[in-house]
C-alpha cells in the first residue's frame, strides 16, 4: 500500500519548467535590485537615494530569500 508510483511524464517537465522559472525570477529580482541601487535615473523624480537603496536592497534579500526556499526544495 506504501509504494512510491513512479510520476507522470507531464508532472516531471511541469516541475522543471517552474524550477527554472523560479531560477529566473531569482536572477530577476537580484538583478533589479542593483539596477535601482546603482542607477542614478532610476525614478529620479520619485525617489531620493535612501528609497532607492532600501527598495533595492529589500529586492535583492528577497532574491536571496526565494534562492534558498528554491535550493531547499529541488533536495527534497
Do not use: C, H, W
Amino acid at each position: 500500500m506504501d509504494e512510491k508510483r513512479p510520476k507522470p511524464k507531464y508532472l516531471e517537465l511541469l516541475q522543471n519548467v517552474l524550477r527554472y522559472f523560479g531560477f529566473f525570477m531569482i536572477l530577476i529580482y537580484v538583478a533589479f535590485g542593483l539596477y535601482i541601487i546603482l542607477s542614478e535615473s532610476f525614478a529620479a523624480d520619485l525617489l531620493n537615494k535612501t528609497q532607492r537603496i532600501s527598495i533595492g536592497t529589500l529586492l535583492i534579500i528577497y532574491g536571496i530569500f526565494r534562492s534558498y526556499r528554491t535550493i531547499k526544495e529541488i533536495k527534497k
